[in-house]
């Protein structure tokens, strides 16, 4: 793999010498399930291309200064000698210019529609891989694998073994996807109820390749890098899982967070970084995600700030009136002005399925004339 990706990086300095440019584009979250995804998926496309016109590259969806941000997926490539040297990042090639020229093909990884910034990119698009409820119209031409498991490295993992190259599965391969599906089912702990049966079915056919593979472990220790923030400001915490979602000319910034907000609320200025934060994002609202695990049990709680009374309430009243699913959210009381906190009694409701409640309000009619009061 780091051969693969020295050579892929010195390419791209070259890039006029192919005819073809295949990115394999994970999410703008860059999360390690995305950057895994899209290296394994990218590696894999290598191994069958026959074409020495085209170049396969896997992009990583951040600018690379926030790449310090990514701490699982730095701290599990340094281990198979990948350091940011070795990977493309998103402004390291300009993606709408090599369309313009013609030669770009587009695999989404972790993601199945681009974000609307993307979206001239979109006849690019030959694959799609995802694990998200399916945005992408059915009458899309490409090939689109959407499927609700636990981590997309799940369906990159199914997709390399049902292929001809599956022996070249190799231990750094393996590993890489074990650790990203481990993370992401929670170690498939039942409380979670993130992992399903394929999830389980690729651990246990990764495992096989992968020498004293060991679950409890491998989980162990990437959950502790995860929750490490002792090296970051308040702006980091907040950038560092970040989904944006928009409509109707409106966005709200959704971070998740693995500290619990109640404690988060305590940092020193939270207000002023809350409100940089929003104003980086050229948002209006923030909603925050503590997510922690205690004993294998997953507890979260959220956090809707806004400096419009008036939008922070429409939030808010989407979130507590939604019944699929029922957030079960009661308010912790607290002194910070913008921002209201709420614990969730319904832990197994992840980001995943809160963000289509913000974006039905974003993009509801009744949201669209009432707007402009924000
Ligand atoms: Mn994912």
Same mark, same amino acid.
């Not at 390399?160 to 089912?185: C, M, P, R």
């Given at each position: 793999?780091?051969?693969?990706?020295?050579?892929?990086?010195?390419?791209?300095?070259?890039?006029?010498?192919?005819?073809?440019?295949?990115?394999? %584009?994970?999410?703008?979250?860059?999360?390690?399930?995305?950057?895994?995804?899209?290296?394994?998926?990218?590696?894999?496309?290598?191994?069958? #291309?026959?074409?020495?016109? !085209? &170049?396969?590259?896997?992009?990583?969806?951040?600018?690379?200064?926030?790449?310090?941000?990514?701490?699982? $997926?730095?701290?599990?490539?340094?281990?198979?000698?990948?350091?940011?040297?070795?990977?493309?990042?998103?402004?390291?090639?300009?993606? &709408?210019?090599?369309?313009?020229?013609?030669?770009?093909?587009?695999?989404?990884?972790?993601?199945?529609?681009?974000?609307?910034?993307?979206?001239?990119?979109?006849?690019?698009?030959?694959?799609?891989?995802?694990?998200?409820?399916?945005?992408?119209?059915?009458?899309? @031409?490409?090939?689109?694998?959407?499927?609700?498991?636990? =981590?997309?490295?799940? &369906?990159?993992?199914?997709?390399?073994?049902?292929? =001809?190259?599956?022996?070249?599965?190799?231990?750094?391969?393996? !590993?890489? %996807?074990?650790?990203?599906?481990?993370?992401? !089912?929670?170690?498939?702990?039942?409380?979670? /109820?993130?992992?399903?049966?394929?999830?389980?079915?690729?651990?246990?056919?990764?495992?096989?390749?992968?020498?004293?593979?060991?679950?409890?472990?491998?989980?162990?220790?990437?959950?502790?890098?995860?929750?490490?923030?002792?090296? @970051?400001?308040?702006?980091?915490?907040?950038?560092?899982?970040?989904?944006?979602?928009? /409509?109707?000319?409106?966005?709200?910034?959704?971070? =998740?967070?693995?500290?619990?907000?109640?404690?988060?609320?305590?940092?020193?200025?939270?207000?002023?970084?809350?409100?940089? @934060?929003?104003?980086?994002?050229?948002?209006?609202?923030?909603?925050?995600? /503590?997510?922690?695990?205690?004993?294998?049990? $997953?507890?979260?709680?959220?956090?809707?700030?806004?400096?419009?009374?008036?939008?922070?309430?429409?939030?808010?009243? =989407?979130?507590?009136?939604?019944?699929?699913?029922?957030?079960?959210?009661?308010?912790?009381?607290?002194?910070?002005?913008? %921002?209201?906190? @709420?614990?969730?009694?319904?832990?197994?409701? #992840?980001?995943?399925?809160? %963000?289509?409640?913000?974006?039905?309000?974003?993009?509801?009619?009744?949201?669209?004339?009432?707007?402009?009061?924000?």
């Amino acid at each position: 793999m780091d051969t693969y990706l020295s050579q892929t990086r010195k390419s791209v300095e070259c890039i006029s010498d192919y005819e073809t440019i295949h990115a394999v %584009l994970g999410n703008a979250a860059a999360d390690l399930d995305s950057v895994i995804s899209s290296l394994v998926q990218a590696f894999y496309l290598y191994q069958i #291309n026959s074409s020495p016109k !085209t &170049l396969i590259v896997p992009v990583l969806n951040i600018p690379r200064s926030d790449y310090y941000l990514k701490t699982e $997926t730095i701290h599990i490539l340094k281990q198979h000698r990948i350091t940011a040297e070795l990977l493309t990042f998103r402004d390291d090639l300009n993606l &709408l210019e090599l369309h313009n020229l013609k030669k770009l093909k587009l695999t989404l990884v972790d993601q199945n529609v681009l974000p609307n910034k993307d979206l001239p990119l979109e006849e690019c698009v030959v694959r799609v891989i995802d694990h998200r409820s399916r945005e992408r119209p059915e009458s899309s @031409f490409c090939n689109v694998t959407v499927e609700p498991v636990g =981590s997309c490295c799940t &369906l990159i993992a199914d997709e390399i073994f049902k292929g =001809s190259y599956s022996n070249q599965i190799d231990v750094t391969v393996a !590993t890489l %996807l074990f650790t990203t599906i481990l993370l992401d !089912t929670v170690n498939m702990s039942k409380d979670a /109820g993130r992992g399903t049966a394929k999830d389980e079915e690729m651990l246990q056919r990764l495992e096989v390749v992968i020498p004293n593979a060991c679950r409890e472990k491998t989980f162990k220790e990437i959950q502790d890098v995860k929750y490490d923030l002792s090296n @970051f400001t308040t702006l980091d915490i907040l950038q560092k899982d970040l989904k944006v979602i928009s /409509g109707n000319g409106t966005s709200i910034a959704m971070c =998740s967070i693995t500290m619990k907000i109640q404690d988060f609320i305590k940092r020193e200025a939270l207000e002023n970084s809350l409100n940089k @934060f929003a104003e980086l994002q050229a948002t209006k609202a923030v909603v925050l995600m /503590g997510v922690i695990v205690i004993n294998g049990k $997953t507890l979260r709680d959220l956090g809707i700030f806004s400096l419009s009374k008036n939008f922070q309430d429409k939030i808010i009243e =989407s979130l507590k009136t939604c019944d699929t699913p029922d957030l079960n959210l009661e308010v912790i009381p607290h002194d910070s002005k913008n %921002l209201v906190v @709420f614990s969730q009694g319904n832990n197994k409701a #992840n980001r995943k399925m809160v %963000l289509p409640i913000l974006k039905s309000l974003l993009t509801s009619e009744d949201f669209s004339r009432t707007k402009e009061n924000l």
